[in-house]
């Protein structure tokens, strides 16, 4: 029974048809040209281009997973966290959708999607849940970075999350810093790759403290110190580079030593990892390094499911569906401050 769902939580219109776990299509819209020049995202302007793009792409996952709308059994959006417009856009036009073809409707929460979007592997993506177990999943992103320790399939416990600044939100703020473009996160990354990570000592907030939580706006304000103090640094081709492997290497530090400290305090077998900052490629690697000598299997999102995308929505909304877990509500409202913890 193919299912319908939409992402539309900030700047990436997506829709996506999954049929039993299988996503047959997956189709992305990025606005990111749309907000370069403003330095970041501009919440009025991502909703009007939601608007725009929603028909298009909702055809288009139609045509490439090759049905029509009539077969369509369920729908389903995420309805928060996010941007309030952002999330109205695809949440009504999904409720729209599902009203007129009288199929049963469900409200997603996006950071739960996150969670099951590690198990998603192949071409076509299939969700792997016949291997699936207990875990501590990272989610960290743009706007959010959390620890969840995921007991089963939709059972999960908040562990911490940030107190100030996301790790990809220190990326971005950085890189503005430096005079990067917007998003910064990737192009630090590629300069980071011929840099000396340990050419300059920031500071790794929280790392050693018990909690779980996280937190950034130390390291930022260290960073904005160090070039108000040495501003050449950034006109140095080298020096750009060594700043960029040493904030890399900060941020990278935190997230991983702190993941890995609860993974063998909650004694699991194995760790996943999701959100946009998870295509950085060093964390990615030494994730995969560090459980590797902890004896636990890592699952990281595949790159096209770790930014904001319809797939996960659905794989999630499906679950929830044949678990008869969440009734369908035509009635659901947004949710842009909706706690994890509490879905």
């Keep these: 029974m193919p299912l319908l769902a939409f992402e539309t939580s900030c700047d990436e219109t997506s829709a996506a048809v999954v049929h039993n776990g299988r996503v047959l299509s997956n189709p992305v819209s990025s606005q990111i040209r749309l907000h370069i020049e403003y330095g970041g995202v501009v919440p009025e302007l ?30 389903a959006a995420t309805r928060g966290p996010g941007l309030p417009g952002a999330l109205m856009a695809g949440l009504k036009a999904a409720q729209a959708t599902a009203y007129a073809l009288r199929r049963p409707f469900f409200g997603i929460h996006h950071h739960e999607a996150h969670l099951y979007s590690s198990w998603i592997r192949g071409n076509p993506p299939v969700a792997d849940f016949g291997r699936f177990q207990p875990n501590v999943s990272l989610i960290v992103s743009g706007g959010h970075t959390m620890l969840v320790h995921v007991q089963g399939l939709m059972r999960h416990v908040v562990l911490g999350s940030t107190v100030d600044d996301a790790a990809g939100e220190c990326f971005d703020k950085a890189g503005k810093l430096m005079g990067l473009p917007y998003p910064a996160g990737p192009r630090i990354d590629e300069l980071a790759a011929n840099g000396d990570p340990g050419a300059f000592d920031f500071p790794r907030p929280m790392l050693k403290e018990s909690s779980d939580d996280f937190s950034f706006s130390g390291l930022k304000t260290s960073i904005r110190y160090r070039l108000r103090d040495n501003p050449a640094l950034v006109s140095s081709e080298q020096g750009l580079r060594d700043l960029c492997a040493s904030i890399q290497r900060a941020i990278v530090d935190v997230l991983v030593g702190k993941t890995l400290k609860a993974a063998r305090r909650l004694n699991v077998r194995c760790v996943t990892a999701s959100g946009g900052v998870t295509c950085n490629r060093e964390l990615r690697a030494r994730l995969g390094e560090a459980c590797a000598r902890e004896g636990m299997e890592l699952r990281v999102a595949e790159p096209s499911l770790c930014t904001d995308n319809a797939a996960m929505i659905g794989v999630l909304a499906e679950q929830k569906w044949h678990a008869a877990s969440v009734p369908g509500m035509l009635d659901a409202d947004i949710r842009p401050s909706w706690p994890l913890a509490g879905c």
């Design 46 to 75: 991502a909703a009007r281009e939601h608007l725009r793009n929603l028909l298009p792409i909702a055809r288009e996952a139609l045509r490439l997973a090759g049905i029509t709308v009539e077969a369509i059994e369920a729908v």
